[in-house]
C-alpha cells in the first residue's frame, strides 16, 4: 500500500467515490409492526492508499484510471451541521448519519429494501445470519435499484456482519463451524459478497464477542486484513456490552473498531461508559432497537411536548437527539410514512431540538438508568 501522512483531523478524499457511500400523523403507542419486539459492480482497484492517523488507519481505494488526492479538509465532527446526511468515519468512509435495517424482513426483505432506497435510504444494514436477516434479498434489492438508475452502487453504504456460530441456527450456518476462526471469517464474507452482488463492503461488523478473547482477536485480525486488502472499507464491532473488552480489543488491533454498534436501553445503563470510550476513541455508536426499547422515553411527556411543539412524531424526537449526540440509530420500520419521517430527522435543515429539549431527554435517559441500577 501506498502510505500518506496526515494529522488527526485530516481525511483522505477520493474525487470519484467515497466508500459507503404538512403536519405528519404522530405514531402511536408501539406496536409490533414498527419495530420488531425480539433483541437482537464496479471496477477492480488498482492500489489501496493508507492514512495513518493517529492511532487508527483510514482506507480508500482507488480505481484503475481515477486520481486520488489528499484533502486537507476537517473530517466530519460528531455533531454534524443540521441537513448534512453523511458524517465521515475514523476509516475515512463515508456513513449516512441514519441506516435501514433490514433484521426479521423474512420475504420482504427484498421489497422493503427496495422501497427505503426510493425513499432517499442510501444505509443498508445486514447480516450473513440466515436466522435472523436474508442477506441475499438485500442484494436482490441492490441490483433493481441500480438497474433501475435510481442509484449506482457508489451510492449506497452497505454493511453486513460476520455472526459466530452460537448466534446462527445449526441447520443453515453459511460457512464451516468446524473450520478455524479465520477460515470462518473469510467463507462468510465471501457468502456476503456473492448474497449481495458486490466486489466489496463498506462496513464489515463483527456482530458479537467470540466466547474467548482469543478467539475474538482472532476474528478481527482476519477483519483487519480484508481492510488492508482493501475488500472492506471499515470494520466495526455488535453487541459489545463489556467496556473492557473493547478496551483490549482497541489496545491489540492494528485497526480500531470505525463503529460500535448496540441496542440502546435502559438495562444497560443506556452504555454510558462505552459511548464515552467511543468519543474519546473516534468510533461512532449505532443504536438498533432504539424506539421499541424505551417506549418510556419515547413517549415521556417531555418528548410529546417537544413533538407537539415541533410538529414532529416522538420518533422524529427521539432520533433527533440521538444524532445530536453523535449517534447513528437503525431504523427497520416496515412503514413507508414511517421512512419518510425517519429521513427527515438528518434532512431537514430546519429540525432541531432546543438545549431544554436534549437537557430534557438527558434527564430521563439519567433517572432511567438510575432506576436500572437500583433494581
Same mark, same amino acid.
Given at each position: 500500500p501506498v502510505l500518506l501522512p496526515c494529522s488527526n483531523r485530516a481525511e483522505v478524499a477520493i474525487n470519484v467515490r467515497p466508500f459507503g457511500g404538512g403536519v405528519s400523523k404522530p405514531r402511536s403507542a408501539p406496536a409490533v409492526d414498527r419495530r420488531s419486539a425480539r433483541p437482537s459492480s464496479c471496477l477492480p482497484a488498482t492500489f489501496t492508499l493508507m492514512c495513518v492517523a493517529g492511532s487508527s488507519v483510514g482506507l480508500i481505494r482507488s480505481f484503475r484510471?481515477?486520481?486520488?488526492?489528499? =484533502? =486537507?479538509?476537517?473530517? /466530519?465532527?460528531?455533531?454534524?451541521?443540521?441537513?448534512?446526511?453523511?458524517?465521515?468515519?475514523?476509516?475515512?468512509?463515508?456513513?449516512?448519519?441514519?441506516?435501514?435495517?433490514?433484521?426479521?424482513? =423474512?420475504? %420482504?426483505?427484498?421489497?422493503?429494501?427496495?422501497?427505503?432506497?426510493?425513499?432517499?435510504?442510501?444505509?443498508? /444494514?445486514?447480516?450473513? $445470519?440466515?436466522?435472523?436477516?436474508?442477506?441475499?434479498?438485500?442484494?436482490?434489492?441492490? $441490483?433493481?435499484?441500480? =438497474?433501475?438508475?435510481?442509484?449506482?452502487?457508489?451510492?449506497?453504504?452497505? $454493511?453486513?456482519?460476520?455472526?459466530?456460530?452460537?448466534? %446462527? /441456527?445449526?441447520?443453515?450456518?453459511p460457512y464451516n463451524p468446524r473450520a478455524s476462526v479465520t477460515a470462518q471469517v473469510l467463507e462468510s464474507f465471501n457468502v456476503s459478497l456473492r448474497n449481495l452482488g458486490t466486489n466489496y463492503i463498506d462496513s464489515l461488523v463483527l456482530h458479537s464477542p467470540l466466547n474467548t478473547f482469543e478467539k475474538t482477536a482472532q476474528a478481527w485480525k482476519t477483519m483487519e486484513d480484508l481492510q488492508l486488502q482493501g475488500k472492506v472499507g471499515q470494520i466495526g464491532i455488535s453487541n459489545c456490552y463489556d467496556l473492557s473488552t473493547l478496551q483490549n480489543l482497541c489496545k491489540d488491533a492494528r485497526i480500531k473498531p470505525a463503529i460500535l454498534q448496540n441496542r440502546f436501553y435502559a438495562d444497560t445503563l443506556y452504555d454510558t461508559n462505552l459511548r464515552k470510550f467511543c468519543d474519546e476513541n473516534n468510533i461512532i455508536y449505532q443504536s438498533f432497537w432504539t424506539l421499541t426499547a424505551n417506549p418510556g422515553l419515547l413517549y415521556s411527556p417531555q418528548v410529546r411536548d417537544a413533538a407537539s411543539r415541533l410538529d414532529k412524531t416522538e420518533a422524529q424526537i427521539l432520533f433527533k437527539y440521538l444524532s445530536m449526540k453523535g449517534i447513528v440509530p437503525l431504523t427497520g420500520t416496515k412503514d413507508l410514512t414511517h421512512m419518510q419521517q425517519d429521513l427527515e430527522v438528518i434532512s431537514d435543515q430546519n429540525f432541531n431540538l432546543q438545549e431544554e429539549d436534549v437537557s430534557a431527554i438527558d434527564d430521563l435517559i439519567f433517572e432511567a438508568c438510575k432506576n436500572a441500577r437500583d433494581e
Open positions: 484510471g481515477v486520481s486520488l488526492r489528499a =484533502s =486537507s479538509v476537517p473530517a /466530519d465532527s460528531k455533531t454534524p451541521g443540521p441537513g448534512s446526511m453523511w458524517r465521515t468515519t475514523a476509516a475515512s468512509v463515508r456513513m449516512p448519519r441514519m441506516i435501514y435495517g433490514t433484521a426479521w424482513k =423474512s420475504e %420482504q426483505t427484498a421489497e422493503l429494501v427496495e422501497k427505503a432506497i426510493e425513499t432517499g435510504f442510501r444505509g443498508i /444494514d445486514t447480516a450473513c $445470519q440466515p436466522r435472523h436477516y436474508r442477506e441475499e434479498l438485500v442484494g436482490e434489492a441492490l $441490483q433493481r435499484v441500480i =438497474s433501475k438508475g435510481l442509484v449506482e452502487r457508489k451510492d449506497i453504504f452497505l $454493511q453486513t456482519k460476520f455472526t459466530p456460530p452460537p448466534g %446462527q /441456527d445449526p441447520a443453515s450456518i
